[in-house]
């Protein structure tokens, strides 16, 4: 079949079984737009920003566990999209970005809207690709989709220049993939499990601190059962909420600079600690030096770049966390372990003693009750996205999460403007559960726009904002450490939300108390249809518990520190 290469590009994603694509044309991705047009087998949503597309494949992807599509032009369609390849490279996003780029001949010449976008976009990809040469066109998708979701994932970048898309060459999409400089390490070591597991019988206080690996593995279920059958207590990441289920016997809480009194002391005290699919990120572990100092280090991850990056490695495991994790029940049914019912036990005394709490309050309403009342309200019906501050922590304290996928956020890069298009992204791919983004009123105003991206293609996304008229979190940090200036925090003027969405098409709330809260978040579930939900809160709220910076993990700040 001799085809055109923009029409190789709507073919290849057919053979990968897409079924939609996030992006926005322009001149030099048009002969590709124009394939998209003919074509009837994949949805094309057209975002009203090329971050935004970006933010969107991310949401479908973190959600559905599919690799994400998304489609721009070249120079500042594609300088747009790089805070997203940013944002899913950090957070090893399974995706596929495809930029059109000026023809072969006028590469190098400053021509209209070129930019180096391989150059750009190579610190912050998995792998990416120019295509110099039509024929080279459908091996170069067919291993960019086995690259972005195998071994440890992230974003694959093609950049095809309009002369490629409108060249015509013989097309026959290739069947496997073979990259012999590609060869991600699937089966662990036995000798070295064998090694771990007899170190993790031997200890007394041993913890499983889980990253969010273990949700892009699909392996929560089988580190349920491995907690459950050894009775070793769990703490999880920022990006790992949702793997154990908050209401598990054997959850301690998510650990970090705002996590748990429990799951942070947990860290501090073990004698052994396992971790899953994480990378001791600095939000994590606190001062390094002081992280879980008294511990045996058993590492297992994909990725063997990670292994021993930031904290010594006794244990060393490179393999699938979900095979690896099923070759530890597997030996652990042949294996006596010791007793860990006291070690259980402290911990769950230190949860009962110091819980995640705030002072509530029925005169304003205080944004840690919201979540709390949407988790009553909706728990596992719905999946929640946030974008980046104060909300996102609260949420990742306070909402009931059940399942792995439950939570979509930007933990490693941190983008504010994140949460709407990436609960755009979880709408379109989770049709049956009810997409809440919680986010600020600073963040949501950075993707605004897709609002309207939300009424044409009917994404009911449901946005709450946590309305206290500041940068929240850049306000808690100058209030603790910077004597109270305020520099560039106050975000008093502010537009009126409820009239923006209803100009886009929307729904439109603004809520001031707890009864109003309820009645709106009601209807704008039982409407289906975008929907904003302006919730004034208190203003001077901060998040606790805090372990400040350079501080250990044993170190926090408490509910009964502070004035708040």
């Not at 039509?134 to 093609?158: N, S, Y």
């Amino acid at each position: 079949m001799r085809i055109t290469g923009a029409k190789m590009v709507t073919e290849s994603l057919k053979e990968e079984g897409v079924d939609v694509v996030f992006g926005y044309p322009g001149g030099a991705i048009m002969n590709v737009y124009d394939e998209i047009y003919k074509q009837s087998f994949f949805q094309h949503i057209l975002t009203r920003h090329e971050q935004a597309a970006i933010h969107a494949a991310e949401g479908f992807a973190k959600s559905t566990g599919k690799v994400g599509v998304a489609i721009v032009t070249s120079g500042p369609g594609f300088t747009n999209a790089v805070t997203g390849l940013a944002d899913a490279y950090m957070d090893s996003v399974p995706m596929v970005v495809i930029s059109g780029q000026v023809p072969t001949t006028i590469i190098g010449t400053d021509g209209f809207q070129e930019i180096d976008a391989v150059g750009i976009s190579r610190p912050c990809t998995k792998h990416n690709y120019l295509v110099n040469d039509i024929k080279d066109l459908p091996r170069i998708i067919k291993e960019a989709f086995h690259i972005a979701a195998t071994g440890r994932p992230g974003p694959v970048h093609i950049d095809i220049p309009k002369d490629i898309t409108a060249e015509v060459a013989n097309f026959e999409y290739p069947k496997e993939v073979d990259i012999p400089t590609y060869k991600p390490t699937v089966n662990y070591n036995k000798r070295q499990l064998k090694k771990a597991m007899d170190a993790i019988a031997k200890s007394k206080k041993p913890l499983l601190y889980v990253g969010g690996g273990a949700i892009l593995a699909n392996c929560a279920y089988e580190i349920r059962e491995f907690a459950k059958m050894t009775n070793i207590p769990v703490v999880e990441t920022l990006m790992a909420r949702g793997v154990m289920g908050d209401e598990n016997d054997l959850f301690m809480g998510m650990l970090g600079m705002h996590g748990e009194f429990a799951a942070n002391m947990a860290a501090h005290d073990t004698d052994c600690i396992i971790s899953l699919g994480a990378r001791f990120d600095d939000r994590v572990t606190g001062r390094l030096d002081e992280f879980a100092k008294k511990a045996k280090v058993i590492h297992v991850d994909v990725d063997p770049t990670s292994i021993g990056k930031l904290v010594d490695t006794n244990y060393p495991i490179v393999g699938d966390l979900k095979v690896t994790v099923e070759g530890m029940i597997e030996a652990a049914k042949e294996m006596e372990f010791n007793e860990y019912t006291n070690w259980v036990s402290l911990l769950r005394d230190y949860r009962e003693k110091e819980p995640l709490r705030y002072q509530d309050s029925d005169a304003v309403i205080k944004p840690q009750w919201a979540i709390e009342r949407v988790g009553q309200t909706l728990g596992e019906n719905a999946i929640i996205s946030t974008d980046v501050g104060q909300h996102q922590m609260w949420t990742a304290q306070f909402y009931p999460f059940s399942f792995p996928r439950q939570w979509n956020t930007s933990g490693g890069l941190g983008t504010m403007g994140f949460g709407l298009p990436g609960a755009m992204g979880v709408a379109r791919g989770n049709p049956d559960k009810v997409s809440i983004n919680f986010t600020g009123d600073g963040s949501i105003l950075m993707n605004i726009q897709e609002l309207m991206t939300c009424v044409e293609y009917n994404l009911p996304v449901i946005n709450i904002i946590l309305n206290n008229n500041y940068l929240g979190m850049v306000r808690q940090w100058q209030t603790l450490f910077y004597e109270n200036r305020l520099s560039e925090t106050d975000l008093s003027a502010q537009p009126d939300f409820k009239k923006l969405v209803e100009a886009f098409g929307g729904n439109g709330y603004r809520v001031t108390t707890k009864k109003e809260f309820d009645e709106a978040l009601k209807d704008a579930v039982e409407k289906k249809k975008p929907a904003m939900i302006d919730v004034i809160v208190a203003r001077d709220e901060i998040v606790l518990p805090m372990v400040p910076n350079g501080h250990a993990l044993n170190e926090m700040t408490l509910l009964g520190d502070s004035n708040e």
